[in-house]
């Protein structure tokens, strides 16, 4: 897919998602630093793959976050091609009973450090006139959802300043894409109840949870150049379940 000895860094590596984005670049040739707090978890992804990077990272460190894109691209050998902001959480309360931490805490990881990260990327990326930057959103940024509130808001907040990057940066051929997975099969769906579960299936038209796969699959497309004409764009990865 001709990716092959890109610089790629990738966050929430540690996750279900991430782990699957980290081996799809991986086996199509790119250099890839894995990111996410979880040491054991990256050491075991380390270990799976060899040749990787890795560097244990908490996002939600705002005044590190130049640094750390400094020390990451350092370990890729110098330049960065690539970054794929994947890393994300959930906190879900009904409106009337979420606390301001809930609410700050997702928009502070999920939609501030994607800005930081992105931002700080593409400062490296500008030295080569040449970059992508892929943001993982959600479907239910595009829906909203019942309890998500504070999660809506982060991963809609991503697609809308994804579209401002793309505007900024096309003249520089950086890319600013984002991938909005639906209901994939990772730690994050666990937490939802069977039943309800079975109720989201029921509505998905391809009647099943999408795989991580899935998603690395549209992120392997966004981080090749067969995708170097497309900017500020959103790929659904959902089944059908929503049709952008
Ligand atoms: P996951 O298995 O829970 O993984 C989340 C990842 O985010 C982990 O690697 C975690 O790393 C990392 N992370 C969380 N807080 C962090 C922090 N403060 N600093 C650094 N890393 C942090 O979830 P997933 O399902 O793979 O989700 C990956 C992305 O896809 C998320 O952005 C999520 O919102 C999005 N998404 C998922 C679904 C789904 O159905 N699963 C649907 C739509 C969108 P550590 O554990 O090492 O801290």
């Known amino acids: 897919m001709n990716i092959e000895k890109k610089n790629i860094i990738v966050t929430g590596a540690s996750g279900g998602i991430g782990k699957s984005i980290v081996k799809k670049l991986h086996e199509n040739g790119a250099k890839i630093l894995a990111t996410g707090t979880n040491e054991e978890k990256l050491n075991k992804l380390k270990n799976e793959l060899k040749d990787i990077e890795?560097?244990?990272?908490?996002?939600?460190?705002?005044?590190?976050?130049?640094?750390?894109?400094?020390?990451?691209?350092?370990?890729?050998?110098?330049?960065?091609?690539?970054?794929?902001?994947?890393?994300?959480?959930?906190?879900?309360?009904?409106?009337?009973?979420?606390?301001?931490?809930?609410?700050?805490?997702?928009?502070?990881?999920?939609?501030?450090?994607?800005?930081?990260m992105s931002k700080f990327a593409i400062k490296k990326m500008l030295k080569n006139k040449s970059g992508k930057i892929i943001n993982i959103s959600s479907v239910v940024g595009h829906t909203g959802n019942v309890g998500q509130a504070?999660?809506?808001?982060?991963?809609?907040?991503?697609?809308?300043?994804?579209?401002?990057?793309?505007?900024?940066?096309?003249?520089?051929?950086?890319?600013?894409?984002?991938?909005?997975?639906?209901?994939?099969?990772?730690?994050?769906?666990?937490?939802?109840?069977?039943?309800?579960?079975?109720?989201?299936?029921?509505?998905?038209?391809?009647?099943?949870?999408?795989?991580?796969?899935?998603?690395?699959?549209?992120v392997l497309f966004l981080a090749s150049s067969y995708s170097d004409y497309i900017s500020g764009e959103t790929i659904h990865v959902n089944g059908g379940l929503y049709l952008g």
């Not at 750390?68 to 994300?88: H, M, S, W, Y």
């Not at 600013?176 to 769906?189: E, K």
């Open 54 to 116: 890795i560097l244990s990272f908490d996002i939600s460190n705002h005044e590190k976050i130049e640094e750390f894109i400094e020390n990451a691209t350092a370990k890729l050998g110098g330049n960065l091609d690539c970054i794929v902001n994947n890393a994300g959480i959930t906190k879900d309360n009904l409106t009337i009973r979420m606390s301001m931490v809930e609410w700050s805490k997702v928009i502070d990881i999920n939609l501030t450090s994607t800005f930081l």
């Open 150 to 218: 504070n999660y809506t808001a982060s991963k809609a907040g991503i697609v809308a300043m994804s579209k401002s990057l793309a505007i900024e940066y096309a003249k520089k051929n950086i890319n600013v894409n984002c991938v909005s997975p639906g209901f994939i099969g990772t730690a994050m769906t666990d937490k939802i109840d069977d039943k309800f579960k079975q109720l989201i299936i029921s509505k998905i038209p391809a009647n099943r949870l999408g795989s991580p796969e899935d998603v690395a699959n549209a």
